[in-house]
């Protein structure tokens, strides 16, 4: 848990592309009100939309790319070590299309968060628009949660619904759940560094 604090609660985001949520925190933050500041911007890849977003905040950046280290372990320790040189209270993953290791979630437990394209625990992993309109649903949305070992199967911060519409494909879905994704995620960091957390078993209670 995070009590409430003067100073603006520390946020380092991990990206792998074009960084739309992360320009979405940026922009929030630029409030002194919201509670919060991106410090550091870490991808997995150079080249990104996303790091240019960061530099153009002037936030600093870093880049851990899985195929820079001999084995998978050695790139989480990396990772783990680059995201505490900047002593964050939360990490966000905001697209970040690596799933971290032991070492990272024993660093970070109960401070990384991560958002999903579905209303978990249905159609997790990396199709769920997709998997939303082959089921036939006609209700999907958002999740926004605390990541642990599993493939998206952490305590649940806040979720959102978005109505899966007759002549919907999966472009035009996903892209209306990315619009209420980005708006909760603001929305949900802001109360998570303001007013702070507890977890208990898999029920997050925000004061």
């Known amino acids: 848990m995070r009590?409430?604090?003067?100073?603006?609660?520390?946020?380092?985001?991990?990206?792998?592309?074009?960084?739309?949520?992360l320009q979405a925190l940026l922009d929030a933050s630029a409030d002194p009100e919201y509670g919060a500041r991106v410090v550091a911007v870490g991808a997995d890849r150079d080249g990104i939309a996303g790091l240019d977003r960061a530099a153009a905040a002037g936030v600093p950046t870093f880049v851990d790319s899985v195929r820079g280290y001999e084995t998978r372990e050695a790139w989480d320790a990396a990772l783990t070590r680059h995201v505490a040189e900047h002593k964050p209270d939360l990490v966000i993953s905001a697209g970040f299309l690596k799933l971290v290791g032991a070492a990272f979630l024993e660093a970070f437990a109960d401070r990384y968060i991560n958002t999903?394209?579905?209303?978990?625990?249905?159609?997790?992993?990396?199709?769920?628009?997709?998997d939303a309109l082959a089921y036939g649903v006609r209700v999907t949305?958002?999740?926004?949660?605390?990541?642990?070992?599993?493939?998206?199967?952490?305590?649940?911060?806040?979720?959102v619904a978005v109505p899966v519409l007759p002549d919907d494909t999966e472009e035009t879905l996903t892209e209306r759940i990315k619009e209420?994704?980005?708006?909760?995620?603001?929305?949900?960091?802001?109360?998570?560094?303001r007013e702070g957390w507890t977890i208990n078993g898999r029920k997050v209670s925000i004061p």
């Open 116 to 130: 999903h394209n579905s209303l978990l625990p249905a159609f997790p992993g990396m199709h769920g628009p997709r």
């Open 180 to 193: 209420a994704e980005r708006r909760q995620l603001v929305e949900s960091v802001g109360r998570l560094v």
């Open 141 to 159: 949305g958002a999740t926004l949660f605390f990541v642990d070992a599993g493939v998206d199967t952490g305590p649940i911060i806040a979720q």
């Open 3 to 21: 009590e409430g604090a003067p100073q603006p609660a520390r946020l380092v985001v991990l990206v792998s592309g074009s960084g739309s949520n």
